[in-house]
């Protein structure tokens, strides 16, 4: 059975940044499609779409995030990561890993992936 496990979220000033890693077990990562959320605890908001990744390399972004996060994926590690700089506080999140091995939808729609992590979380102060 295909497992995530998120790791890497914290608290940082704004400015800051954090790098976020998904590590897939359970199968070979090569041939998925993976992605990050993110999700404002206690908010009611949906979970949103933040970046995504083809295996082959890929990615789309969500508007917000297209100049200061990178997603990048070690295919031999099979592992996902999402480098975020210049954090600001609306980054402030439940960051989620997830991944799909058929695409029926747009790659930053939840609905997309059947495969999802625990979540860590980001948090950024000013």
């Known amino acids: 059975e295909v497992q995530l496990v998120e790791s890497g979220g914290g608290s940082v000033q704004v400015g800051g940044l954090l790098r976020l890693s998904c590590a897939l077990s359970?199968?070979?990562?090569?041939?998925?499609?993976m992605a990050w959320f993110r999700q404002p605890p206690g908010t009611g908001k949906e979970r949103e779409g933040v970046?995504?990744?083809?295996?082959?390399?890929?990615?789309t972004y969500a508007g917000s995030v297209e100049s200061r996060f990178t997603i990048s994926r070690d295919t031999a590690e099979n592992t996902l990561i999402l480098q975020m700089d210049n954090l600001q506080p609306e980054d402030s999140a439940i960051y989620y890993c997830?991944?799909?091995?058929?695409?029926?939808?747009?790659?930053?729609?939840?609905?997309?992936?059947?495969?999802w992590g625990q979540g860590t979380q980001v948090t950024v102060s000013s």
């Open positions: 359970g199968s070979t990562s090569k041939g998925f499609f």
């Open positions: 970046a995504a990744m083809t295996d082959d390399g890929h990615t």
């Open positions: 997830a991944a799909a091995m058929i695409m029926r939808r747009y790659y930053l729609d939840p609905l997309a992936y059947n495969y």
